[in-house]
């Protein structure tokens, strides 16, 4: 759980309390996209804690347009917002924008936002590929609970005071490192494939089991296979196959001559395994 200086903590449970009812009556009268970013404005300085003059400016220009708003820390722009009506339902081809814009400056996050509903999105920029964004945070101000700690972590991500802590970037490095995708690739590795087999020959020693079964068992019955397919899969097996490399080089490095015992690779598969049972049990699929 993130850790919230009191200070902070203090200043988002009075947000908490206090603007839902702003909101709501900005809902009723129908507020347009003015006065609904005049709202979001007031959030960004009592909620999030910029400092309305220095910190918050509606004159960032990129390219010759105009953004909506910025936040700038230090001089530097840490995200660009996308603001509309209050009683506008956000939908995904409104932040197509401000993430363009983002990206031709440099910007990592943008927020799209109707005062209600905001949402925090990563600009990816891929070589040889469309500009893209990924949603990593929404907040709903009519239904968060000051009471609900992961709610105050989801406000807290956005906070003048998160930049200083990288909180938002290490929050979604960390959804990337636990996604679907990732731990599918890792599955699949030859560590994880060659500690599978030395379960499996506990249970049926008599059986020859080879590496490549175990991948086709895990790829074809086992995983999901969206997690497979795609560009966010594509960009999984990257990583992974980025760490492995890294890892055997650092082993290497650090063996100094010294010759570590082998990883079982699918040549080895036909092998039979004598170390002892691993500590944990895998888990078996249902029938």
Not at 38 to 62: N, P, R, W
Not at 127 to 134: L, Y
């Amino acid at each position: 759980m993130i850790n919230i200086p009191q200070k902070v903590h203090d200043r988002l449970v009075a947000g908490i309390k206090k603007f839902p009812a702003v909101l709501t009556a900005a809902q009723e009268r129908g507020a347009n996209e003015s006065d609904t970013v005049i709202i979001i404005t007031a959030i960004l300085t009592e909620v999030f804690g910029y400092d309305t003059f220095k910190e918050i400016t509606s004159e960032h220009v990129v390219r010759g347009t105009r953004c909506d708003l910025a936040i700038k820390l230090d001089d530097k722009t840490q995200s660009l917002i996308e603001a509309k009506a209050i009683n506008l339902e956000l939908k995904e081809n409104h932040v197509m924008q401000v993430v363009g814009y983002a990206a031709n400056d440099g910007v990592d996050w943008v927020v799209l936002t109707n005062g209600v509903v905001w949402q925090i999105y990563k600009v990816i920029i891929v070589t040889a590929k469309p500009i893209d964004r990924e949603r990593v945070v929404e907040i709903d101000f009519l239904k968060i609970d000051h009471h609900n700690q992961e709610d105050l972590a989801s406000l807290f991500l956005f906070t003048k005071e998160s930049w200083a802590k990288s909180a938002l970037s290490d929050y979604y490095d960390k959804n990337q490192a636990l996604s679907p995708f990732t731990i599918a690739q890792v599955l699949l590795t030859e560590p994880v494939l060659a500690i599978v087999k030395r379960e499996l020959k506990w249970i049926s020693p008599e059986i020859k089991i080879e590496i490549k079964k175990i991948r086709d068992v895990l790829e074809q019955g086992v995983l999901r296979h969206d997690v497979f397919e795609g560009e966010k899969a594509d960009e999984a097996r990257k990583r992974v196959t980025k760490a492995n490399r890294a890892r055997q080089n650092k082993a290497k490095s650090e063996s100094d001559g010294v010759i570590a015992p082998a990883v079982e690779t699918e040549a080895q598969g036909n092998d039979v395994l004598s170390a002892s049972p691993a500590s944990i049990p895998i888990q078996q699929k249902a029938s």
